[in-house]
């Protein structure tokens, strides 16, 4: 057993499953870029901690609900000597190793974690499975805004962690560029490979050269200026 040490848990959809999801309103072959950037970052940032990474995509995942698969796929990681669990997704490109380590201390000071979406999901969970029941899980009103709320109410965990943006929408990847813990280069990046088809039927060389932050008077989150290049 490894009762001392937290595992990993990569749990996402495969290619052809995330593009019948969310396919973004792109082509296949466009969003299969996106898909491929998403994806590496996410192996980048998980390759930053020395927890083990055990990955299930749709095609290791069993049962016909998300609830259901998700509990699967931690049974799994448990069987392999694990207590410990973090889950995480690939479509919240603001985790960092920093994040990871903190929900890392966090269980390991027998404290559940949870990391809060921009939508009322969770683009974290972890937890000691010697004090929770997963089939609780079965209850979770998953791919909800009401999903944070469920699962906090359940683990009574530790909610410090910082808002990240998960990309499930166009919109979404607008919401990223304003949470100031996502990589904004990265997030421009993603936006240049999105977005490129619009700008080119402008006949903009470079679709982003640079995002910032507007300050108005005007109460509220702050506007976004893209700079182009003609």
Not at 63 to 76: C, M, P, V, Y
Not at 97 to 119: C, T, Y
């Amino acid at each position: 057993m490894h009762k001392a040490q937290t595992a990993i848990l990569l749990f996402s959809r495969s290619l052809e499953a995330e593009f019948r999801a969310k396919s973004f309103g792109l082509t296949r072959d466009r969003f299969r870029q996106l898909y491929t950037a998403l994806v590496r970052k996410t192996r980048q940032t998980l390759d930053g901690v020395t927890a083990p990474v055990f990955e299930f995509d749709s095609h290791q995942q069993v049962g016909s609900e998300f609830g259901e698969r998700l509990i699967n796929a931690i049974k799994e990681v448990q069987k392999k000597g694990f207590d410990k669990v973090i889950v995480v997704g690939n479509d919240a490109p603001g985790l960092n190793p920093e994040i990871l380590n903190v929900a890392i201390q966090s269980i390991g000071r027998g404290k559940n974690v949870l990391g809060r979406d921009s939508r009322g999901g969770c683009y974290l969970m972890g937890f000691d499975l010697n004090h929770l029941d997963l089939n609780a899980f079965y209850q979770i009103e998953w791919h909800s805004r009401r999903v944070f709320d469920q699962v906090n109410s359940l683990l009574q965990a530790d909610t410090s962690l910082p808002q990240l943006a998960d990309l499930n929408h166009r919109e979404d990847l607008k919401a990223a560029l304003l949470v100031k813990t996502s990589p904004r280069s990265y997030i421009v990046s993603l936006f240049k490979l999105v977005f490129s088809s619009f700008f080119k039927a402008f006949n903009l060389k470079e679709p982003i050269k640079e995002v910032s932050s507007l300050k108005t008077h005007y109460r509220g989150p702050p506007g976004l200026v893209f700079i182009t290049s003609y």
